[in-house]
C-alpha cells in the first residue's frame, strides 16, 4: 500500500489544537499525533520537522516502488534534504546532490564542482592526478588556485565565462581547448561546463576535462587519409590526362599498337581510381558500422576456384603460380557471397603484388565452419609488424600500387561473420594469411 505525505506547515503549538484533516472520498484518514505520538518518538516513521497526515489509498504510486513501510523511494511530497514542497528547483539540485565523491572518483576524466563563487565543492580522482593535489587540499579553495584554466590568449577561463554564468537561461558552455597552467608544466584539454540554476540562479558550476591526445590522433588520421587519398587519386589520373591529350593532340602520328598500349593504360589506371574510391566507400562504411551482411548457402569450393581462375583471365598472373587444395569436409555454409569474394580477392591480390613465387590457397573444411589459408614465398611479414598489418593504409616496406586498405576491410568483413583472421609466416618463407569463417546460419526478420 502506497502513502502519499501532505505536509501541513509549522509545529504544533500547546493549547492550540491542530484542525482535524478531511479524508478525500474513498480514503481514510490518520492524523499524524495518533500514529507518531509526536516529533521522533517511539513508532515515528518520518524525521522530526515533518509534521502532517497520511493518506491511505490501494493504488501503487507510479512515481517511486514502495518500501517496506509502503512510502515511495522518490516521495514527490518532500523535497531534496527532507524539505517539504516540491518544485524544478529543487529537483534540479537534488540531481547533483546524488553524485558522491566516490561515483566522480570513478570517471577516467578530471571533473571539478564548484558552487556559484568558484569555491571548489568535490574534487575527483583523475582531477588530483593532474594537478597534484588531494581532494581535501582542493576542497574549499577557489577553482582557479587548484585548476588554473587559460584560453588561447592567455585569458583566465573563469572570469572570461562570467557573462554566461549570469545569464538564466545559459545550462553549460560548449567543448573549447583551454590549457591547464600547472606548476611544472601546462597541458592541454578540451573543456565543457554544465551549470546548475534554481529558479535562474546559479547554484554549481561542473567543469569536465578531457585530454586532447584522442582528439589529436583522429584529426592526424584524418590528415594522413587526404594526404593518402590525394596521393592515390593524382598518380593515375596525371598519367590519364597525360596519354589522352596526347592521343587527341597526335592521333595520326602514333601506330594502331601505339594507340592500344596508351589506351589500355588509361584503362588500367581507371580500373585504379575506381578500385580506390570502392574501398573508402567500404572504409567508410565498416567506420560508421553499417556494414550489411546478406547471408545466403554458398558453395566455397566454388568461390575459391572463381576467384582465382578470375585472377588468371585478368593477366594478374600465369596460372602456374597458384596451387589450390580443397581438404576436408565442408559444412554447410550461411556467408554473405560478394562479401567473400571480396575478401578472397583481396587476400590474392595482396599475395600477388607484395609475395614472389607460388601462391597457395588451401580451403579446409572443419566440424564447424571453413578455414583458408593465402601463402606466398616472398620475404614474408616481419613480426613486429604483425599487428600493423591490419592498418588502414599499412603497405609495409615493398610499397607496390596497392592502397593499403585491402587487409583492412577483409578483416572487418570476416570479423562481421563472426570469424577471425590471423598473419603469420609460412612453412617455406612468405606470408601466411589464415581466417576461418563459422558455418552460421540462415537470419530471419
Request: hydrophobic share 35%.
Amino acid at each position: 500500500m502506497t502513502r502519499i505525505v501532505a505536509s501541513t506547515p509549522g509545529h504544533a503549538v500547546p493549547g492550540h489544537p491542530v484542525p482535524e484533516p478531511v479524508a478525500a472520498p474513498g480514503h481514510s484518514v490518520t492524523p499524524e499525533h495518533e500514529a507518531t505520538q509526536g516529533h521522533g518518538g517511539p513508532g515515528s516513521e518520518r524525521p522530526a520537522g515533518q509534521d502532517g497526515v497520511t493518506v491511505h489509498h490501494g493504488t501503487p504510486d507510479h512515481h517511486g516502488t514502495p518500501d517496506h513501510d509502503g512510502i515511495p523511494e522518490n516521495d514527490g511530497a518532500t523535497g531534496a534534504h527532507g524539505a517539504p514542497g516540491t518544485g524544478e528547483s529543487e529537483t534540479t539540485e537534488e540531481s547533483v546532490d546524488v553524485l558522491s565523491p566516490a561515483t566522480l572518483d570513478l570517471l577516467p576524466d578530471p571533473v571539478v564542482v564548484t558552487d556559484a563563487t568558484g569555491t571548489v565543492e568535490m574534487f575527483n580522482l583523475a582531477a588530483s592526478k593532474v594537478t597534484g593535489l588531494a581532494a581535501g587540499q582542493a576542497v574549499g579553495r577557489h577553482v582557479t588556485e587548484v585548476m588554473p584554466l587559460l584560453d588561447e590568449r592567455g585569458n583566465d577561463w573563469w572570469e572570461c565565462s562570467r557573462p554566461s554564468r549570469e545569464l538564466p537561461r545559459v545550462t553549460g558552455q560548449p567543448e573549447r581547448r583551454l590549457t591547464y597552467a600547472g606548476p611544472v608544466a601546462d597541458h592541454d584539454f578540451n573543456v565543457t561546463a554544465r551549470f546548475t540554476r534554481a529558479e535562474g540562479v546559479l547554484v554549481r558550476v561542473a567543469v569536465c576535462l578531457r585530454d586532447t591526445v584522442s582528439r589529436e590522433r583522429i584529426e592526424r588520421n584524418r590528415a594522413d587519409l587526404i594526404a593518402t587519398v590525394a596521393h592515390e587519386l593524382r598518380s593515375p589520373l596525371t598519367s590519364v590526362k597525360g596519354f589522352t591529350a596526347t592521343l587527341l593532340a597526335r592521333w595520326d602520328r602514333f601506330t594502331d599498337e601505339q594507340k592500344k598500349l596508351m589506351l589500355n593504360t588509361v584503362n588500367t589506371d581507371a580500373d585504379r581510381v575506381t578500385r580506390l574510391l570502392t574501398e573508402l566507400l567500404d572504409v567508410s562504411r565498416i567506420d560508421a558500422g553499417r556494414v550489411q551482411i546478406r547471408k545466403q548457402i554458398v558453395d566455397m569450393r566454388a568461390a575459391v576456384r572463381r576467384v582465382v581462375e578470375g585472377k588468371i583471365a585478368a593477366g594478374s598472373a600465369a596460372a602456374e603460380r597458384f596451387d589450390v587444395r580443397m581438404e576436408g569436409e565442408l559444412p554447410e555454409m550461411w556467408v554473405d557471397p560478394d562479401k567473400i569474394d571480396q575478401v578472397l580477392h583481396n587476400l590474392i591480390d595482396n599475395a600477388l603484388r607484395h609475395g614472389a613465387g607460388t601462391v597457395t590457397v588451401v580451403l579446409s573444411g572443419t566440424p564447424t565452419g571453413a578455414e583458408v589459408t593465402v601463402t606466398d614465398e616472398g620475404e614474408g611479414v616481419p613480426e613486429a609488424n604483425a599487428i600493423r598489418v591490419f592498418a588502414k593504409f599499412w603497405r609495409g616496406a615493398s610499397r607496390g600500387n596497392g592502397t593499403g586498405l585491402g587487409l583492412y576491410i577483409a578483416k572487418a568483413l570476416i570479423e562481421s561473420h563472426g570469424g577471425t583472421i590471423s598473419v603469420g609466416r609460412a612453412p617455406h618463407g612468405g606470408a601466411e594469411f589464415r581466417f576461418f569463417l563459422p558455418a552460421g546460419g540462415p537470419v530471419f526478420g
